[in-house]
């Protein structure tokens, strides 16, 4: 199917989860996709595990209009990227928008932060079900779950079933 010509948002701050921020990477890449590494700041960021990444722009230019959808990762990066008001309005337009917005593990901590849940049915790591309950959320414990526009996964072992319905829902578009 490929997703030439799908601009791609990926948010990244210190102690991103690795593999939740390369495997799409890769994938996205991989389906023609073009990748941008959003982050509070342009500047080399480090993974959980001190895997390097280096953000292509800062969270000023982060504008819905300009992308097809955002992937958020987990790790511990999502509880200091949802200190950034520009990220947190950035995926909140996103879903208003109806963008894709797909998040992994701790990045449903950006979804309740933008107050996106409400009413809607996700999943994530076991650690944040509290949060996103009671943001309004209805959890349950499957490996990827879409409503709607948003995508949510559970933990690195669910990337492949969470980059298959991403690349599935783009392709609709």
């Known amino acids: 199917m490929g ?102 593990c701790h990045g449903g901590w950006m979804l309740a932060s933008a107050g996106i849940v409400k009413g809607r049915t996700v999943t994530s790591y076991i650690a944040i079900k509290d949060d996103l309950v009671n943001a309004g959320a209805k959890f349950v414990d499957r490996e990827v779950v879409r409503d709607g526009n948003l995508i949510t996964s559970r933990k690195p072992d669910d990337l492949p079933a969470f980059m298959k319905m991403i690349i599935e829902t783009l392709g609709e578009s």
């Open 3 to 104: 997703l030439q010509g799908k601009r791609i948002a990926i948010l990244v701050e210190d102690f991103y989860q690795d593999l939740e921020v390369w495997y799409p990477i890769l994938r996205l890449r991989e389906e023609g996709a073009n990748v941008v590494v959003i982050a509070p700041q342009k500047r080399s960021y480090k993974g959980k595990y001190g895997y390097p990444i280096e953000a292509d722009v800062d969270e000023s230019q982060a504008k819905a209009a300009n992308f097809d959808a955002v992937v958020i990762p987990g790790g511990w990066a999502p509880d200091r990227m949802r200190l950034s008001k520009k990220l947190v309005d950035f995926v909140r337009q996103m879903d208003r928008a109806g963008k894709v917005v797909a998040s992994i």
